[in-house]
């Protein structure tokens, strides 16, 4: 509930930038005495222009209706088959505390992530304080527009917009606590830019002939650790696993409102902020002249009899807000709920991979950045670009395998191929669960297998020529999925017409020694297979490859549980 006007405080917000795109609100809640409150509130022109892409999909009441397939929709429907719907309904036991977006067109994500921890409260009894950054990062960054119509293919987190529809967009991510990656303000994201010389101005503007931003300047900003830190990927696991949309005409029936609500929902809302505060009620109430501004925030209850509906918002305040019916019959817009999560223990992994490598495949060195991830179809698209040695730009096309931490791609033959297309040098790599710094895998170049080292941190592989079956031999540090070790290959055996016999030794981080013998074949002596058991439950299979144009580099994976993961080997 909202607290008396003696009580409502807000915090100092810094001085807003653009003002051509922003409006100042002032006294936006109760009437308070020498205070000014100011809040970024996007214009409805700008919000159109940068969102229309998101408007593409409406799924009605009367469809969440009929799907019956989710155990919790039959039992939510059967409370209240057969009664009226309450007269009031207030989930304010779920929801964690309210935040602030300071001066950040960020509404659409505080709202949405507000509706993730009100679920995971519902569904876990977890009572979580998630990153409104990093989900940012990754709803704003991981979009794509093909054609091109800008000189960049995704937006950056750096801009503001968004809406409640996006949350079909945050099904493909998880998201870490607000430990691992809080959030930034206005200032603090521009002095972050700042120290990023390659990410350039970063000013947005809707008229392509006049926005000069560039994606290596989006890449550089997105993809610094000093924004966004490795180990918020590494600890993202709290994500959304079903959703449901409607369209203006279903929102603004009040009727719906309520049901959603007595349904057990907290329902995400757009709005055309054109309301007053009542000075006796503070209820925010319609206002047919007021200037109005875009908002998004999250309906969390209602009372019929004082025809208001109850809000978390995400400025500050010190409790939830109200609006009246008519004001929500007038100015609410498109909406959505998220209708489960995903177990904590079992996260969705897309998200890992997203960033900017250092590549080597079979000596061969370049960078590749991952920028987006599959829908939830996991279909192949565009998910970056390689940039090889020589500066040549490929798109790169693929989707998500081995449940999302590994990914399966194509180096195809332009920069701006079409993002299915299947065609060019494909590859398969999987980033480390212990390790979200380091990815390992394999090539296919004409029907041969070939290793693959990826590292977000620069690393050092020395020049190799002429590959023979005996560089196999000495001493390599090895590190698969995360696990260190030290593997010895002292001697070789020939195996007459089918290759040779390695006498090798691994010694793992805490110091046991476990002696095995690998295998290299005639056919393709730069792939070492071998099986390391680590105890009697666990021989594990290793399939290592030599870059034959390196000198000191063997990459590729091994399988455990039945999962692929990645190795590498370097030689010391």
């Known amino acids: 509930m909202e607290s008396s006007i003696e009580q409502k405080k807000f915090v100092p917000i810094e001085p807003i930038p653009e003002m051509d795109r922003i409006e100042l609100i002032d006294n936006l809640s109760f009437k308070f005495v020498n205070a000014k409150e100011q809040i970024a509130i996007q214009n409805i022109k700008d919000f159109q222009a940068e969102n229309e892409q998101y408007f593409d999909l409406k799924e009605g009441l009367e469809n969440f209706e009929s799907q019956d397939t989710s155990k919790w929709k039959r039992e939510k429907k059967s409370m209240f088959r057969f009664f009226s719907l309450p007269s009031q309904v207030l989930w304010d036991e779920f929801q964690t505390g309210i935040r602030n977006q300071s001066n950040r067109n960020t509404c659409s994500g505080f709202a949405m992530v507000a509706a993730i921890e009100a679920r995971y409260k519902r569904d876990y009894g977890l009572d979580l304080d998630l990153s409104e950054q990093f989900f940012w990062h990754c709803y704003k960054s991981t979009g794509i527009s093909y054609?091109?119509?800008?000189?960049?293919?995704?937006?950056?987190?750096?801009?503001?917009?968004?809406?409640?529809?996006?949350?079909?967009?945050?099904?493909?991510?998880?998201?870490?606590?607000?430990?691992?990656?809080?959030?930034?303000s206005g200032s603090a994201m521009t002095a972050i830019k700042n120290q990023i010389p390659a990410?350039?101005?970063?000013?947005?503007?809707?008229?392509?002939?006049?926005?000069?931003?560039?994606?290596?300047?989006?890449?550089?900003?997105?993809?610094?650790?000093?924004?966004?830190?490795?180990?918020?990927?590494?600890?993202?696991?709290?994500?959304?696993?079903?959703?449901?949309?409607?369209?203006?005409?279903?929102?603004?029936?009040?009727?719906?409102?309520?049901?959603?609500?007595?349904?057990?929902?907290?329902?995400?809302?757009?709005?055309?902020?054109?309301?007053?505060?009542?000075?006796?009620?503070?209820?925010?109430?319609?206002?047919?002249?007021?200037?109005?501004?875009?908002?998004?925030?999250?309906?969390?209850?209602?009372?019929?009899?004082?025809?208001?509906?109850?809000?978390?918002?995400?400025?500050?305040?010190?409790?939830?807000?109200?609006?009246?019916?008519?004001?929500?019959?007038?100015?609410?817009?498109?909406?959505?709920?998220?209708t489960s999560v995903t177990d904590p223990k079992t996260p969705n992994r897309k998200n890992r991979a997203v960033g900017k490598w250092n590549m080597n495949h079979d000596g061969w060195k370049g960078s590749l950045t991952i920028r987006r991830f599959t829908k939830e179809d996991n279909q192949i698209t565009r998910?970056?670009?390689?940039?090889?040695?020589?500066?040549?730009?490929?798109?790169?096309?693929?989707?998500?395998?081995?449940?999302?931490?590994?990914?399966?791609?194509?180096?195809?033959?332009?920069?701006?191929?079409?993002?299915?297309?299947?065609?060019?040098?494909?590859?398969?790599?999987?980033?480390?669960?212990?390790?979200?710094?380091?990815?390992?895998?394999?090539?296919?170049?004409?029907?041969?297998?070939?290793?693959?080292?990826?590292?977000?941190?620069?690393?050092?592989?020395?020049?190799?020529?002429?590959?023979?079956?005996?560089?196999?031999?000495?001493?390599?540090?090895?590190?698969?999925?995360?696990?260190?070790?030290?593997?010895?290959?002292?001697?070789?055996?020939?195996?007459?017409?089918?290759?040779?016999?390695?006498?090798?030794?691994?010694?793992?981080?805490?110091?046991?020694t476990i002696a095995f013998k690998g295998f290299v074949s005639k056919q393709d002596p730069h792939i070492l297979r071998m099986n390391i058991k680590f105890s009697e439950a666990n021989t594990q299979p290793f399939v290592l490859h030599f870059h034959t144009w390196s000198a000191d580099l063997a990459s590729g994976y091994t399988l455990w549980n039945g999962k692929r993961f990645g190795a590498v080997a370097m030689k010391r």
């Open 147 to 184: 054609p091109k119509i800008f000189k960049y293919e995704n937006q950056s987190s750096f801009w503001g917009g968004g809406n409640s529809q996006g949350i079909k967009h945050a099904v493909n991510f998880s998201i870490p606590l607000e430990e691992h990656c809080p959030y930034l």
């Open 383 to 512: 998910l970056g670009h390689y940039s090889a040695s020589d500066g040549s730009l490929k798109a790169i096309n693929g989707n998500f395998i081995h449940d999302g931490s590994g990914i399966q791609f194509y180096i195809t033959d332009g920069e701006n191929s079409e993002p299915t297309a299947q065609t060019g040098q494909q590859f398969i790599i999987n980033v480390y669960s212990w390790d979200i710094t380091k990815a390992a895998g394999t090539t296919v170049w004409k029907n041969t297998d070939y290793g693959v080292y990826l590292s977000r941190t620069a690393f050092n592989s020395k020049h190799g020529k002429d590959f023979v079956p005996t560089k196999w031999k000495g001493t390599w540090d090895m590190n698969h999925d995360g696990w260190k070790g030290v593997l010895t290959i002292t001697q070789m055996t020939t195996i007459p017409l089918l290759g040779w016999y390695l006498h090798s030794e691994y010694k793992t981080s805490n110091g046991t």
């Open 199 to 338: 990410a350039g101005g970063l000013q947005w503007k809707g008229d392509p002939a006049l926005n000069t931003v560039t994606q290596g300047e989006v890449d550089a900003f997105e993809y610094s650790p000093l924004y966004i830190p490795h180990s918020a990927r590494q600890n993202a696991k709290y994500g959304i696993e079903s959703y449901q949309l409607f369209s203006p005409d279903e929102i603004r029936d009040t009727s719906n409102l309520e049901k959603l609500l007595a349904w057990g929902n907290e329902v995400i809302v757009d709005a055309n902020l054109k309301w007053k505060t009542n000075p006796d009620t503070g209820v925010r109430e319609y206002d047919s002249t007021a200037s109005g501004g875009y908002h998004v925030f999250l309906v969390v209850g209602y009372d019929r009899d004082q025809q208001v509906f109850y809000i978390k918002n995400s400025w500050n305040e010190p409790g939830l807000i109200r609006v009246n019916y008519e004001f929500a019959e007038n100015c609410f817009s498109y909406g959505s709920i998220v």
